[in-house]
């Protein structure tokens, strides 16, 4: 995952048929669409992770091939806590650390929140990026605005505001 190219050794592993039986959750993403794409919620990850790599850190890494498989809950009322509680029995399935998972989770929930930015008061975007692991929830945000085409505008506000609040907070 965190190697040269993931996305093709993702595109092997499907290929083999092995993506269904070690990742099955990543393997339901081919059935849901992506926005008002032609494309699937697994296209978007394939495309995430060539766009990624290299990444920074494993938790990252996992974030960004994790990060879809909300889509796959229902429910909007639950999603937040059925995508917890998902992601983190994969990461005890997968018998990461504690702490890996718990970043993961934390990356791949709070990097929706970036998309409601500028409708937060102010000390609640204060909160947003004060909160462990925020530089990572930010370049989750970014690179999808990269793959989707999206405007980064968002993403250099609240570069911005951590530039102009982080002195602050020390």
């Known amino acids: ?70 889509n796959m809950v229902g429910d909007p009322w639950h999603r937040q806590v059925e995508t917890h509680t998902l992601l983190t ?21 709070e990097h929706k929140k970036c998309y409601f930015v500028s409708q937060m008061h102010m000390a609640n975007l204060k909160r947003f990026l004060r909160q462990p692991y925020c530089q990572t929830i930010l370049e989750l945000y970014k690179l999808e605005c990269v793959v989707t085409g999206s405007d980064l505008g968002v993403y250099q506000y609240c570069q911005g505001k951590l530039s102009a609040l982080a002195p602050h907070w020390q």
Not at 48 to 68: D, I
Not at 89 to 109: C, D, F, T, Y
């Open 1 to 70: 995952l965190t190697g040269a190219d993931p996305a093709r050794a993702f595109r092997l592993l499907n290929d083999s048929g092995l993506l269904r039986q070690v990742l099955p959750e990543l393997d339901r993403l081919k059935t849901i669409p992506y926005l008002t794409t032609d494309k699937t919620c697994w296209d978007y990850t394939l495309l995430a992770l060539a766009q990624g790599s290299p990444f920074v850190s494993s938790e990252f890494a996992l974030a960004t091939l994790f990060s879809k498989l909300g």
């Open 89 to 109: 029995e994969l990461g005890r399935r997968l018998k990461l650390p504690k702490k890996s998972i718990a970043q993961m989770v934390q990356v791949a929930l």
